[in-house]
Nanobody, 126 residues
Framework: QVQLVESGGGLVQAGGSLRLSCAAS????????MGWFRQAPGKEREFVAA????????YYADSVKGRFTISRDNAKNTVYLQMNSLKPEDTAVYYC???????????????????WGQGTQVTVSS
């Protein structure tokens, strides 16, 4: 079992920055690939970014590539999402997710992950 708690969301003007954090507890965090997803009102949950257990490989949605950076600190059991040049269309609830090592598949879909946080709201005003 892995517990995930997101923080760092808030209200920011377009062009601004936020850094989301996801603190993990439970089983060995460093064994898990991690991802960030987001869900806007009336829309499906969508992939934002992911990285492998070592952090050596990262993956991004086209809509955030070049603006968002995912990283992790395994010593602190934490994964981060640095969000720069924010746009109103980035407004959503952002969720952290953990992908167990025994899960096959990709990094891009919610079903690829086994554990989820409760989400943190990000609102970007124009």
């Amino acid at each position: 079992q892995v517990q995930l708690v997101e923080s760092g969301g808030g209200l920011v003007q377009a062009g601004g920055s936020l850094r989301l954090s996801c603190a993990a507890s439970g089983r060995t965090f460093s064994n898990y690939a991690m991802g960030w997803f987001r869900q806007a009102p009336g829309k499906e949950r969508e992939f934002v970014a992911a990285l492998t257990w070592s952090g050596a490989n990262t993956y991004y949605a086209d809509s955030v590539k070049g603006r968002f950076t995912i990283s992790r600190d395994n010593a602190k059991n934490t994964v981060y999402l640095q969000m720069n040049s924010l746009k109103p269309e980035d407004t959503a609830v952002y969720y952290c997710a953990a992908k167990p090592p025994y899960y096959s598949g990709s990094f891009y879909y919610p079903d690829d992950y086994g554990y989820w946080g409760q989400g943190t709201q990000v609102t970007v005003s124009s």
